[in-house]
């Protein structure tokens, strides 16, 4: 890990820097109310809704329980509101106060600046899964993943991926209102087409196949089969290839295109 000495001949690294912005920016998530609720409430409120709608599906003729369907997609609820919706509004206020622009003046690198700000909502996420996980043991009677190391590899991947799209989207977006608008694209397709409210197995064979592309899905994909034990080492190598790619060409398109500055 690289160090930088300052001007009194202090040593600081890359992790005590993040680690004090992202102080900072748990700070501003617990004052802002809107902030919070998005990403505390609505993910762990979500999955009751949707087993409501699973009552019907017939699970069972694709290998599936009501368990293994529903914890992975509020885990993936948890990406998509936790971290997505919420880092992309951090992204876009931090950049119209001149936050960002300040903290480039300053020994924080671009990429400590944006995994910074992230490592809130990032620990939310993990929070959240850690409780889904512990509830649906108890209220579902989910056992242990018979994979586990799927679902290490699945959150990890979106943990990762997420942030980067949501400093994409954010990129995008020219004002705090306009990202709120910005996000929804993605995130109703994440929503209808990855799995998380209609399993991949119950949807016609095209349409799943296009809905296998979709940046939440491989996420889905790997936490579902930690569960199961029915995904196969090619399906799980491509389902972590498919992560691995949209994460790149996220990181591609952030260094690109994010915009430190307001635009004017």
Do not use: H
């Not at 409120?45 to 509020?74: N, W, Y």
């Not at 996420?125 to 190391?149: F, K």
């Not at 034990?229 to 491509?238: I, V």
């Amino acid at each position: 890990m690289s160090t930088v000495m300052t001007a009194r001949g202090a040593t600081t690294t890359a992790a005590g820097r993040m680690r004090t912005l992202a102080r900072a920016e748990l700070t501003l998530l617990g004052r802002g109310k809107g902030t919070l609720f998005t990403a505390v409430v609505v993910p762990l409120a979500l999955p009751f809704t949707v087993r409501s709608s699973m009552d019907g599906m017939d699970l069972k003729a694709a290998g599936l329980s009501m368990g293994s369907v529903l914890l992975p997609s509020a885990i993936g609820f948890s990406l998509l509101f936790a971290v997505y919706s919420t880092l992309v509004g951090v992204y876009v206020a931090r950049r119209e106060e001149l936050v960002l622009k300040r903290l480039r003046t300053g020994e924080l690198r671009d990429a400590e600046i944006l995994a910074g700000a992230a490592l809130p909502a990032v620990t939310v996420a993990v929070v959240q899964s850690c409780v889904l996980v512990a509830a649906s043991a108890a209220l579902l009677g989910v056992g242990a993943p018979r994979s586990p190391q799927l679902v290490v590899l699945g959150l990890l991947l979106g943990l990762v991926m997420w942030p980067a799209l949501a400093a994409v989207t954010a990129g995008l977006s020219k004002s705090v209102e306009s990202a709120q608008v910005a996000v929804m694209p993605l995130l109703l397709l994440s929503l209808a087409g990855s799995g998380t409210v209609v399993p991949l197995e119950l949807l016609p064979d095209r349409l799943a196949l296009v809905c296998e592309s979709l940046p939440l899905t491989p996420v889905i994909t790997l936490l579902r089969g930690g569960w199961t034990g029915n995904l196969s080492a090619y399906d799980a190598l491509g389902a972590a290839a498919t992560a691995v790619a949209w994460t790149v060409l996220a990181v591609f398109a952030v260094r690109r295109w994010f915009r430190w500055e307001p635009r004017r």
